[in-house]
């Protein structure tokens, strides 16, 4: 039996609605086609002298499971273990990789099923040992974030692919592809570099081929191989190679909570333990609180982490030993293979969590410098805490690096623009909760993505605060991360999510606005770029900014105070959320501004001294200033 699904178009990531499923989810184990004669082989291959060497290999094949045994006769490499599933179309082989063992090819031979031998690639280390990528993202670093398929065309011939379920392409719809691609990316490279960006960060760009909304890239169909309508393997490999060369990092987006209905996991599974699940349609309470209330139910803690987003994104067991090594020999193989720098993670809080420990310290122990930040969207700091490192006396620790700092957008800076005077109280008070974390520094702060109304449109199409969101961005503790556009007032509703997710001016042939030279942009569009590019440039020699310590004042009257400083450089920031001006007495700031009199002002260039102690500054207005003796 194949598994049909609905007709109706489904979205992304909908945490609201699911579609009633057509079948019954106790199906999956099932005698599907195997479309090619020739066995596969994931990992498609490994590396030698590498810490995770007792690699677990899935043949996937016709009848490839009724092979009456297996043998391999390479130095160094051994058979350990052979496992046997439910559908013959399967078959998982251990096999351990001494040190001693060089690159070549691994042939495997199995016996009483006609196959003909198996090629194992055994290859040399990226780099040798893996010291010139997975160097992590950090306080120091500026993350651009951007979605390929609607950031530029680069190579119109991979718009559509024959054979790939989705042939749309259609500029004029926000659901369907537009053809960006990874080469668009290439071209522009120095618009990002000039921005002031240190890394690149973009949606996934593994494999979907899903019958619709395909731009986003969130519903893998087959891990091992990456998207052929942005470019493939080799474009992503020029890609990781143009970044490193240019003394940028790469950022991929992982998804290990959920894969796409048409991912071969699905349609012709190992066997039914692969994926949750449920006797009826279920999705998630989205209720991370479950994980940490002393009184919650196994019903709920179930229901969070088993449950389906949509009929269209099965979610994954990882609780299977089987798939969990799939996974996160993939998550390794990605990082080898392409040279990625740091991982975000989607959906972090509906995975299993004892499995997402296990894989994020096999990358630790892989690649000790490499950081990971999850999506963790949550109802509070303590909740958002409660998935990253943290100092809250809990039984489950998390081992994450850090994580994508949402409370500090919605209860912090998006508060204090859209609710003043009083908004920036929220905002001091959710700085004043970075006690709960280890390292503060780590987690990733945002105006807006791809799933969320865009900045610009959160603040009323106010170019003003627009400029303050920027400035306090680049400011703040953390690592700042930029969604494509926001510099030039990209705007848009997130109802539906195709109204974020809108191309970038200039990306295609015969664009009359420009956003990469500035062609069509109008004078505010050009203030804000400017304005970016100038503090985001001004920060990679800014010691305080990338790694300093914080201190922030209480706020008064609409004003909020807050410096960043360490033994070389004290930044000094002064936001007046009011429309109108404001005036200060900076005697109140004595212990961090001590014996400095004059201050340059990072956004104009220009040097001017305190008088009498006192500071004016114009509504809706962030200052950002460098003190100087």
């Known amino acids: 039996m194949i598994l049909k ?10 945490r609201c609605s699911l579609k009633c499923l057509s079948f019954f989810l106790g199906c999956f184990l099932f005698a599907g086609a195997v479309a090619d004669a020739q066995t596969e082989v994931y990992p498609s291959n490994w590396w030698t002298a590498m810490k995770w060497h007792q690699v677990q290999l899935m043949l996937r094949g016709q009848n490839v499971g009724a092979a009456t045994g297996v043998s391999l006769s390479y130095p160094g490499v051994m058979l350990k273990k052979i496992t046997r599933v439910a559908s013959k179309h399967y078959l998982f082989l251990d096999i351990d990789i001494s040190a001693s063992a060089q690159p070549g090819i691994v042939k495997l031979h199995l016996q009483g099923n006609g196959q003909p031998d198996i090629s194992f690639p055994l ?7 893996g010291t010139a990528y997975a160097q992590g993202v950090r306080s120091s670093d500026f993350v651009y974030f951007l979605m390929p398929d609607r950031f530029s065309n680069g190579d119109p011939s991979n718009d559509r692919i024959p054979g790939l379920k989705d042939q749309s392409l259609n500029r004029d719809s926000i659901f369907l592809r537009h053809g960006g691609d990874i080469q668009g990316v290439i071209n522009h490279l120095d618009y990002i570099q000039g921005l002031g960006a240190t890394a690149l960060w973009m949606t996934p760009v593994i494999e979907n081929d899903m019958p619709n909304r395909t731009e986003h890239g969130y519903a893998f169909t087959n891990h091992y191989k990456i998207e052929s309508r942005l470019g493939g393997e080799q474009a992503y490999l020029r890609l990781s190679d143009s970044l490193h060369k240019r003394g940028m990092k790469l950022v991929q987006d992982a998804v290990y909570n959920h894969i796409g209905y048409y991912h071969f996991l699905v349609q012709d599974p190992p066997d039914s333990s692969w994926l949750h699940q449920w006797p009826r349609p279920t999705q998630p309470n989205y209720k991370e609180q479950v994980f940490f209330d002393p009184y919650a139910s196994d019903y709920d803690k179930k229901k969070m982490a088993d449950g389906w987003f949509t009929d269209m994104m099965p979610d994954v067991n990882q609780g299977n030993p089987l798939t969990a090594n799939f996974l996160i020999q993939h998550a390794i193989w990605c990082v080898e293979k392409f040279g990625v720098d740091a991982w975000r993670i989607d959906t972090y809080k509906y995975c299993d969590l004892a499995f997402m420990n296990r894989c994020n310290q096999a990358l630790y122990n892989e690649y000790p410098r490499i950081t990971m930040f999850g999506e963790n969207w949550n109802e509070g700091v303590v909740n958002q805490a409660y998935f990253t490192r943290n100092n809250i006396n809990t039984a489950f ?3 994450l690096t850090g994580t994508i700092d949402f409370e500090l957008l919605f209860n912090g800076i998006g508060a204090a623009l859209t609710q003043a005077p009083n908004g920036v109280g929220r905002l001091y008070n959710t700085v004043s909760q970075d006690f ?3 390292e503060p ?15 610009f449109s959160q603040v009323g199409e106010d170019v003003a605060k627009q400029k303050m969101g920027i400035s306090w961005l680049l400011t703040t503790r953390g690592i700042p991360q930029l969604y494509y556009g926001t510099e030039i007032l990209m705007k848009g509703v997130a109802n ?4 974020v997710r809108l191309d970038f001016p200039g990306g295609w042939t015969g664009d009359s606005k420009n956003g990469f030279t500035g062609q069509g942009l109008s004078s505010d569009e050009k203030s804000v770029q400017e304005l970016t590019r100038k503090l985001a440039n001004y920060r990679k020699t800014s010691t305080a900014l990338k790694t300093g310590r914080t201190m922030q004042y209480v706020p008064e009257n609409g004003v909020y105070v807050y410096f960043r400083y360490d033994n070389q450089q004290t930044i000094m920031c002064v936001m007046n959320t009011n429309d109108g001006p404001a005036t200060i007495d900076l005697t109140r700031f004595a212990e961090r501004i001590k014996n400095n009199k004059h201050a340059l002002d990072v956004g104009t260039g220009t040097l001017f001294a305190f008088e009498n102690n ?11 200033m460098e ?3």
């Open 5 to 14: 699904p609905s007709a109706s178009k489904w979205k992304s990531k909908d």
């Open 123 to 129: 290859l040399a280390r990226r780099g040798g040992n």
């Open 397 to 399: 620790k998390s081992n």
């Open 436 to 438: 709960l974390y280890q």
């Open 441 to 455: 520094l780590n987690n990733l702060v945002f105006l807006d993505n791809h799933d969320m109304t865009r900045f």
């Open 496 to 499: 539906p999510d195709g109204w």
């Open 614 to 624: 006192v500071l004016t500054l114009g509504g809706k207005y962030l200052l950002v």
């Open 627 to 629: 003190l100087r003796p």
